[in-house]
């Protein structure tokens, strides 16, 4: 082990623990320092995709996160009190065809449990506040509580976020913009809920208004829309008997136009942040952490953006145009999207393609 390149891993959401474990179940103890105090304690993920579970199989995340979260096997859309179709993640050929619903702050519990497991463990309140590249080292200034810390390693992986301090550092840009409209997402312990249990629900609705709400425990709801009021989306004559979180946001579309330097590397948030439409964001950045370890292990990392920019770029194309659709207000337009969604919620076999992508099986 004392041979090994050293490598810090900036920032522990599911990104930057994913790199940890991925790195240190094939003999690699990264640091990891996170400026915060623990998990998220916001709103944030609750959707892991397939493909994600097959990656973190081998280090035992994913039996963990299976024993806690929800297999949601399938999705119904309505327009204006009409259900158009139900999407079937069952139908996919696959060992895990549904989509786990777990909070964010729970998936990050498990990664950093797993990971201490591997003998790894997260330095918290530990902020990267400088970076720069020096020959064959990375060196950073660190800001913990023992105060300000100079190291250096072999390689950095900043998986630090959309405001993300190691990207800023190297100077690569995060072109885009940021969608006007605001956003509200809300956990709720909800009552007489009318729907199909265990299931997810999206309502569309006239004006481009939009509201989508999966369960996240028993009784225990995530709703998010495009409006103020998340729950206010939510049609139907259920008891909401307890509001546990609220927030709202605004949607950034961004990418960093390369994911690596010489000897450091971008992954999530960091490197990609589009809309939540699809629930692809932490499932990306789990797809990145993973190649950047594999590619670590097989002594690979020069094709590293090459293999996960383009995955980035194709997702935010396509969750731009989901976007579009369900905000849809031009007659024509809605016309022609309930005719597909209904097309589609009645014939499974063409769901497949769509639901292979949004799993993150297919790119
Ligand atoms: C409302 C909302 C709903 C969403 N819903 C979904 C969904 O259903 N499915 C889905 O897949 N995605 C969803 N996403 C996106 C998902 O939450 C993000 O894509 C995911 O959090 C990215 O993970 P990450 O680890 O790359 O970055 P983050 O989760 O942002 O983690 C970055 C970490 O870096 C730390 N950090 C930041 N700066 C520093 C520094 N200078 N030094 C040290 N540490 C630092 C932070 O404290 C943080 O812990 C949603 C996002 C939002 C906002």
New binding site residues.
């Given amino acids: 082990m004392s041979e090994s390149p050293s490598i810090l891993v900036?920032?522990?959401?599911?990104?930057?623990?994913?790199a940890a474990v991925e790195l240190a179940r094939r003999g690699l103890l990264a640091r990891i320092?996170?400026?915060?105090e623990g998990?998220?304690p916001?709103?944030?993920?609750?959707?892991?995709?397939p493909h994600?579970l097959e990656l973190l199989e081998p280090s035992g995340a994913t039996g963990r996160l299976l024993a806690k979260g929800l297999r949601i096997p399938c999705g119904h859309i309505y327009f204006a009190g009409q259900e158009l179709g139900v999407v079937r993640f069952s139908t996919l050929q696959h060992r895990f065809n549904f989509l786990l619903s777990l909070p964010?702050s729970e998936t990050?519990g498990v990664l950093a449990e797993v990971l201490a497991g591997l003998g790894g463990t997260v330095e918290r309140h530990?902020?990267?506040?400088e970076l720069r590249e020096a020959g064959d080292r990375v060196e950073v200034v660190?800001?913990g509580p023992g105060g300000r810390e100079e190291a250096s390693y072999d390689m950095v992986y900043g998986?630090?976020?959309?405001?993300?301090?190691?990207r800023d550092s190297l100077g690569l840009g995060f072109e885009g913009y940021t969608h006007d409209r605001t956003?509200s997402?809300a956990d709720a312990e909800i009552a007489d809920w009318p729907y199909e249990a265990g299931t997810a629900q999206l309502f569309l609705q006239r004006g481009g208004n939009v509201g989508f709400i999966?369960p996240i425990g028993p009784d225990r709801f995530?709703a998010?829309s495009n409006t103020e009021d998340a729950l206010a989306r939510i049609p139907g004559d259920y008891r909401v008997t307890r509001v546990l979180r609220s927030?709202s946001?605004r949607i950034p579309v961004r990418q960093a136009p390369r994911y690596q330097t010489a000897r450091v590397f971008l992954?999530?948030?960091?490197?990609h942040?589009h809309s939540?439409v699809?629930?692809?964001?932490?499932?990306?950045?789990?797809e990145?952490?993973a190649a950047f370890a594999r590619r670590f292990a097989e002594d690979d990392l020069a094709g590293y953006t090459a293999e996960r920019h383009p995955v980035g770029r194709r997702w935010i194309a396509a969750s731009e145009r989901a976007l579009a659709a369900v905000q849809a207000t031009h007659p024509a337009a809605v016309a022609l999207r309930n005719l597909a969604l209904w097309t589609l919620g009645h014939l499974p076999p063409l769901q497949r393609p769509l639901l292979a992508r949004a799993a993150g099986l297919r790119s």
């Fill in positions: 900036v920032g522990a959401g599911p990104t930057g623990l994913t320092v996170d400026r915060n998990p998220t916001l709103s944030k993920a609750v959707g892991i995709a994600s964010q990050e530990t902020a990267l506040t660190l800001q998986a630090d976020g959309a405001h993300s301090r190691v956003w997402i999966i995530r998010v927030d946001f992954g999530g948030d960091a490197a942040v939540p699809g629930a692809r964001g932490m499932n990306l950045g789990i990145d952490a």
